[in-house]
């Protein structure tokens, strides 16, 4: 019942809001219409500077909305990456922590699960307010192959190109698992990696 309700007033909104907008048009055409009568009563000499004035304002002030507006976007999108990029490097430090641990080495020292875990939601829970779309995606599919290490790689390389497109970056000429071969020690691991990935996805 309550979504019939809801469902009804969308409707009616829909409608008033039509209903006006056609007022609203019907008003603007007899105004243009009135202009236009009006106009072909003045002679050319102050009709054609007339005509030439009113666009050359209306043009001027269109073009100075649009590059206040864009510049706004500019000045919001650069606020938004700093954000961004502190969020991003935040969680691939803290994915760096988690490999460092496996590879004594590097220098890794054993990883702190329960911290490590605070961290990772931490910044999760960050990433909703400032990740793109793209990078919520790659996040879920992450989380969700955590405990299949093929698996997780590939999510992290998804995740990884999708920080970088968010943050203007292009991720041309990055051939495919680039990221994945940074991970891995040698080529010989990398083409283990390619033989139990095409293991996996063949059919049974």
């Known amino acids: 019942m309550l979504k019939f309700f809801s469902s009804l007033l969308v409707v009616l909104f829909a409608f008033v809001f039509l209903v006006v ?25 102050i009709y054609v500077p007339l005509v030439v004035t009113l666009t ?88 969700h192959n955590g405990g299949s290490g093929h698996a997780a790689m590939l999510a992290l390389e998804s995740l990884q190109r999708e920080m970088r497109k968010d943050i203007g970056l292009s991720n041309f000429g990055l051939e495919k698992y680039f990221f994945t071969k940074l991970i891995l020690k040698s080529e010989d691991e990398f083409k283990k990696f390619l033989l139990v990935l095409d293991s996996n996805t063949k059919p049974r």
């Open 21 to 45: 907008l056609s007022i609203i048009g019907i008003h603007l055409w007899d105004l243009l219409k009135a202009v236009i009568e009006g106009a072909k009563t003045l002679a050319p000499e």
């Open 56 to 143: 050359t304002a209306a043009l001027g002030l269109a073009a100075t909305l649009f590059t206040q507006s864009q510049s706004r976007k500019r000045e919001i999108d650069a606020a938004h990456r700093d954000k961004k990029i502190e969020v991003y490097f935040g969680f691939l430090k803290n994915v760096e922590a988690m490999l460092l641990s496996a590879n004594s080495e590097l220098g890794g020292s054993e990883l702190d699960g329960t911290e490590f875990a605070k961290k990772h939601v931490e910044l999760r829970t960050m990433a909703v307010l400032w990740g793109s779309t793209g990078v919520l995606k790659a996040l879920k599919d992450f989380a």
